[in-house]
C-alpha cells in the first residue's frame, strides 16, 4: 500500500538544468513565498500600527499575501500557476486563521484561571459565601468525580459487553445490525436531549427532582455509544490467527475471549474508555437539567442536587460580576486540566499497549 | 488471514446431531448471556427515551398558551427554535467550512511532513475543550472584542437585513454564536475530511500530476471527486452538532423565541437546546411538558440530519466499490 500523496518540493535542480530548459516555463524562486510572507508581514505590522488593532494588522497581512503571492505567479509563470498558488496560500492562512482563537482561549484561561486559583479556592465550598468572601469549588469537583464515576460505571460495562457481542458473537445477525443502527442514533443524541430524558425518568419514577444520579445516567447514555466503538475497533484489530489457535487447543469460546481476544485488545480498550471519560466530562446542559445546582457539598448521589465543575462554570459565568467571571475562569482552567491530563493518560496507555501486529 | 472470524460452533455439524460439547458450557452460555444482553441493554436504552420523553413531553403539545413564552402554540413556539436552530447551525457551517476544509488539505497534503501531525494533534485539542469553556470564552471575550465588528457591519450594511437592526452593545448576538459554534464544529469536520482525503488513491493524484497538472488542479480533479461523498456527509455531522450544542449558544446569544433575520442586534432567534437550557429551573408540570416536547422536536431534527449524512456516505461506499 502507497503512502498517502503529499506535496513537497522535489530535489533541487542544478543551475545547469535551469538554463539549460528552453522547454521549461519560467518558474518563481524558491524563496519566493518567504519574500512575499516577510513582504506582507511587514505591511501588517504597518496596519497594526496605524490603526492600533492586532485584528487589523493580521487581516492586513493575510490579505497582503493572499493577492501578492497568486499575483507574482501569474505574472511570471502563468495563469494557471496563479491559481495554484493562490489555493496555497489559501490553505496556509486557513491554517494560521485556526491557531488564533485557540492560543487565545488557552491563553486566556491560563492567565484568568491562574489568578483565581489558589489552595482555598480548590478546598473550599460556596456555601453561604457572600459578597467577596473566598469560596472554592471543592463541591464542584467532588461532584463532577461522582458523577463521571457513576456514568462510567454504567457505560463501561455495557459499552464492552457489547461490542463484544457485536464483533464476536452476532456477526451479520439481525440483532447486530440493529445494535449498530442504534449505536449510530445515539451518537447523535444532542447532549441535553441525555439530560432531560435522565430528568423525565426520575420525575416519572420518584416525582421532579434533581439528583447526581440522574446527571450520571444523563452522561452514560452519551458515553455509551463511544465506549462501544472504541471498543469494537480494537477487537476487529485482534488477528483471528490467534483466535483460532485458540480453539484449535481446544479452548472454550468465552475462554478464549477473556484470556486471549481481550488482553490482546486491553490498551485500546482502555484508551478508549478514557478518551470517553474526557468527554463527558465536560458536558455541561445534561447535568444542568439532570443534577441541578447547589452550593454545598453533597456526596450523597440519590439526594437532592449536586453540582458539577461544568455546571459551576456556567453559574458563576450567570452571575456576571467580577467575582463570578474570575471563578469561572478558574473553574475552565481545572476542567481544561482534567480533560488535558485525561488525553495524556489515554496517550501513554495506547503507547505503552499499542497493538502488536506481529505479521 | 482466515475468512471467518466464527467460532467452533460453525465448523460443527449441525443442530440435530449431537454437538462436540467443552467442559464449560454453562461459562459459555453465561458469557454469551451476558455480551447479548449488554447490546440489548442499548436498545431498551433508547427506547426508554424515546417512551419516557414521549409520555412526559406528549402533554407538552397541549397546555395553557400561557406555557409558550408568548407564543400562540407549540407549533408557532416550536417553528421559532426550529428557525433560529437552524440558522445560528447554518452561519457556522458557512463560517466553519471553508476553513475546515483548508485545514484537512493543510494536514493531509500541504504541510511539510514536520508539520503536519502537530496541526491534527492541536485541532484535536481544540476538539477536546468542553463546550462550556468556549461559551465563556465567547461571552467574555470574543463577544466584546468583536462588538465593534457589529456597529460598522450596521453602518455600511444596514440595508442587508441580516445587519439592519441596531447593533448590540455587548456582542452577545447571532453573529458571535455562529463565530463560535463554528469553532466547535470545525475539529469534527477537519477530522472527517483530512481522513478522506488521504485515502484517494495515490495513482489517480500520481496520474493527474504526471499529466502536468499543478497542485491545485490535482486536488480539484483527483482529490475532491474521490471525497465528495464523504465530505458531505462531514459537513452533515457538523451541523449535526451544531444544531444540538447548547452551552455555547445560550451563553453567548442573548435570545428571544423570535424569527428574525438580524444577526447583530440584541433580540436574537433561540435555539431549542439554549430554550431548553434558559429554562431548565422551571418546575410547573406544564412548562416542563413544553421543555420535553422541545427536546423530542431536536431529538428528531438531528436524527434527520445524521441519517441523511449516513445514507449519503453509503451511497457513495457503493459507488467506489
Request: charged share 10%.
Amino acid at each position: 500500500m502507497l503512502a498517502p500523496l503529499r506535496f513537497e518540493r522535489g530535489p533541487r535542480m542544478s543551475t545547469q538544468q535551469k538554463t539549460a530548459g528552453a522547454l521549461q516555463h519560467a518558474r518563481l524562486p524558491g524563496w519566493a513565498p518567504g519574500v512575499v510572507l516577510t513582504g506582507s508581514a511587514a505591511f501588517g505590522g504597518l496596519v497594526w500600527l496605524l490603526s492600533g488593532n492586532v485584528a487589523f494588522g493580521v487581516a492586513g497581512l493575510i490579505l497582503a499575501f493572499l493577492i501578492a503571492m497568486p499575483l507574482w505567479a501569474t505574472l511570471v509563470e502563468g495563469r494557471r500557476a496563479g491559481v495554484d498558488r493562490a489555493v496555497t496560500a489559501m490553505v496556509w492562512s486557513a491554517f494560521g486563521v485556526i491557531l488564533i482563537p485557540l492560543v487565545w482561549l488557552i491563553w486566556l484561561t491560563v492567565s484568568k484561571g491562574i489568578e483565581a486559583i489558589n489552595m482555598e479556592f480548590l478546598t473550599y465550598s460556596m456555601r453561604s459565601v457572600v459578597g467577596d468572601e473566598q469560596g472554592g469549588l471543592y463541591h464542584a469537583l467532588l461532584g463532577t468525580l461522582i458523577v463521571t464515576g457513576i456514568a462510567a460505571l454504567i457505560s463501561v460495562p455495557i459499552g464492552i459487553f457489547a461490542a463484544i457481542y457485536l464483533i464476536e458473537y452476532g456477526r451479520g445477525t439481525k440483532l447486530s445490525k440493529a445494535i449498530t443502527f442504534l449505536v449510530d442514533v445515539m451518537t447523535g443524541i444532542p447532549s441535553i436531549v441525555a439530560g432531560l430524558f435522565a430528568f423525565a425518568l426520575f420525575a416519572l419514577v420518584f416525582g421532579p427532582g434533581r439528583f447526581g444520579l440522574a446527571g450520571g445516567i444523563a452522561l452514560s447514555l452519551l458515553m455509551v455509544p463511544t465506549v462501544v466503538r472504541a471498543t469494537e475497533e480494537m477487537l476487529k484489530l485482534v488477528p483471528d490467527d490467534l483466535r483460532e489457535a485458540s480453539y484449535a487447543l481446544g479452548v472454550s469460546k468465552w475462554r478464549t475471549i477473556a484470556k486471549v481476544v481481550l488482553p490482546t485488545s486491553i490498551g485500546g480498550i482502555v484508551t478508549g474508555v478514557v478518551l470517553a471519560i474526557a468527554r463527558v466530562i465536560g458536558e455541561t446542559a445534561p447535568l444542568l437539567v439532570a443534577s441541578g445546582f447547589t452550593n454545598n457539598v453533597n456526596t450523597n448521589p440519590v439526594d437532592g442536587p449536586m453540582m458539577t465543575l461544568p455546571v459551576f462554570i456556567y453559574t458563576q459565568y450567570t452571575q456576571a460580576t467580577e467575582k463570578g467571571a474570575l471563578y469561572a475562569w478558574g473553574g475552565a482552567l481545572t476542567l481544561i486540566v482534567i480533560v488535558m491530563l485525561l488525553n495524556l493518560v489515554a496517550r501513554i496507555i495506547g503507547k505503552i499497549y499499542a497493538p502488536k501486529t506481529g505479521h | 488471514m482466515s475468512t471467518s472470524l466464527d467460532s467452533p460452533p460453525e465448523l460443527m455439524p449441525p443442530e440435530d446431531e449431537p454437538q462436540l460439547e467443552g467442559h464449560s458450557t454453562f461459562g459459555d452460555r453465561f458469557f454469551r448471556f451476558l455480551a447479548t444482553s449488554a447490546g440489548v441493554a442499548i436498545m431498551v436504552a433508547l427506547a426508554l427515551v424515546f417512551l419516557f420523553l414521549g409520555l412526559e413531553g406528549f402533554p407538552g403539545f397541549d397546555v395553557d398558551p400561557s406555557n409558550y413564552d408568548g407564543k400562540g402554540s407549540f407549533g408557532s413556539l416550536v417553528l421559532a427554535l426550529l428557525f433560529g436552530t437552524t440558522y445560528a447551525a447554518i452561519i457556522a457551517l458557512i463560517i466553519a467550512v471553508p476553513f475546515a476544509i483548508g485545514v484537512a488539505l493543510f494536514i493531509s497534503h500541504y504541510a511539510p511532513r514536520w508539520l503536519s501531525k502537530p496541526t491534527a494533534y492541536v485541532i484535536d485539542l481544540l476538539a477536546a475543550v468542553p463546550s462550556v469553556v468556549f461559551g465563556l470564552w465567547g461571552g467574555l471575550a470574543f463577544g466584546p472584542y468583536i462588538q465593534p465588528a457589529h456597529v460598522w457591519l450596521h453602518e455600511h450594511l444596514s440595508w442587508l437585513p441580516f445587519f439592519s437592526p441596531t447593533p448590540s452593545a455587548t456582542g452577545r448576538t447571532m453573529l458571535t454564536a455562529g463565530f463560535v459554534l463554528a469553532i466547535m464544529i470545525l475539529p469534527i469536520i477537519t477530522s472527517l475530511c483530512r481522513e478522506i482525503f488521504a485515502q484517494t488513491p495515490r495513482l489517480h493524484e500520481e496520474a493527474a500530476l504526471a499529466l502536468g497538472a499543478t497542485r491545485w488542479e490535482t486536488v480539484r480533479y483527483a482529490v475532491f471527486p474521490y471525497a465528495r461523498s464523504g465530505m458531505v456527509s462531514a459537513v452533515m455531522l457538523g451541523l449535526g452538532r451544531a444544531l444540538g450544542e447548547t452551552m455555547a449558544v445560550s451563553m453567548v446569544l442573548s435570545s428571544a423565541p423570535i424569527i428574525t433575520l438580524g444577526i447583530i442586534g440584541s433580540e436574537n432567534s433561540r435555539t431549542i437546546a439554549a430554550h431548553i437550557a434558559q429554562n431548565y429551573k422551571e418546575t410547573t408540570p406544564d412548562k416542563v411538558a413544553v421543555l420535553i416536547a422541545c427536546g423530542l422536536v431536536l431529538f428528531a431534527f438531528t436524527f434527520a440530519v445524521n441519517a441523511l449524512a449516513r445514507y449519503i456516505v453509503q451511497r457513495g461506499e457503493r459507488s467506489h466499490a
